[in-house]
């Protein structure tokens, strides 16, 4: 599903970590790297903000998703793990890519556009 992603984005060598974690562990990683209290859904470690972001261009970073809140969201969702989790994957990819929904409502509905445009790429594929 990554490289289905990755594809679409005009990036078929981009090489990415996808990391499933527990409430707790991405809690620990929520508090240390974002300073932020309790679990999240996902969190994206961009290689290609940092000092060097040309050493390796193909290296954007690492996706890391709660299975447990993916699960907990799509059941409330009515949506069921499966389609959350992608969400979730897609979701975590954009932001490697530099997308952004927390600074600006243009930004967040560009995002949004896009994450529904490669959901619909995505929806047939198994996990």
Do not use: W
Request: proline share 4%; glycine share 10%; net charge negative.
């Amino acid at each position: 599903m990554a490289q289905a992603i990755l594809n679409a984005l005009d990036c078929p060598d981009g090489e990415l970590s996808v990391l499933i974690e527990d409430d707790k562990g991405i809690a620990g990683l929520n508090s240390e790297y974002l300073h932020r209290k309790g679990p999240t859904n996902v969190i994206a470690f961009p290689m290609r903000d940092g000092k060097f972001p040309c050493i390796n261009p193909n290296v954007l970073g690492d996706v890391v998703i709660s299975i447990e809140t993916a699960e907990r969201e799509g059941s409330d969702a009515g949506t069921g793990m499966k389609r959350r989790f992608a969400e979730l994957l897609i979701h975590g990819i954009l932001h490697l890519f530099g997308y952004d929904h927390e600074n600006n409502e243009r930004e967040a509905r560009r995002m949004y556009r896009k994450a529904r445009e490669l959901l619909k790429i995505v929806e047939g594929i198994e996990l």
